[in-house]
């Protein structure tokens, strides 16, 4: 339900409803996205993927988006190191993810080339028939103890 209602809020504006408290809010305001006034808020980046974050908690309006450009081109108010600084957050952890990932199939190709040298080195002929002498003695162990009992 949240997810639609800020869909209806960025398509017809927070006071679609004509709502007073929306009309009041400031670009500054708290509930405001700064992220979103810069143009980029890292909630709607990484939708439907394993990075997703979830809906943004706070409000998306083109309205404040204008306000604030206008507010940045007078010089009062700039938020583009906020975001900046998020970014590096996110390629931080982005980076720490691809590393993990990296280390995971490093350590499964390990495994599978362990298995496929052991799988090479039990194949030869000689071992075969080591292998084969084996189980024949076990089989008449097993007859010996059968016989003792």
């Known amino acids: 339900m949240d997810a639609i209602r800020k869909q209806l809020d ?5 006071n679609r409803n004509g709502d007073v408290r929306e009309v009041n809010r400031k ?10 006034l810069v ?5 709607e980046l990484f939708q439907l993927t394993k990075m997703d974050m979830g809906p943004c908690p706070k409000v998306h309006s083109l309205q404040l988006r204008k306000e604030y450009e206008e507010a940045k081109s007078k010089g009062i108010d700039n ?7 998020v970014i590096d957050k996110l390629i931080g952890e982005c980076d720490r993810k691809i590393g993990r990932a990296l280390k995971r199939l490093e350590d499964d190709d390990a495994k599978a080339a362990i298995a496929i040298s052991v799988s090479e080195v039990t194949q030869t ?19 010996y103890d059968l016989a003792l009992r």
Not at 10 to 14: I, K, S, T
């Open 10 to 14: 960025v398509l017809m504006g927070a």
């Open 27 to 36: 670009y500054y305001d708290r509930d405001v996205c700064r992220l979103y």
């Open 39 to 43: 143009g980029l808020c890292p909630h």
């Open 79 to 85: 938020y583009e190191r906020e975001l900046e600084d």
């Open 125 to 143: 002929p000689e071992v075969l028939e080591l292998s084969k002498e084996i189980k024949e003695k076990l089989k008449e162990a097993d007859k």
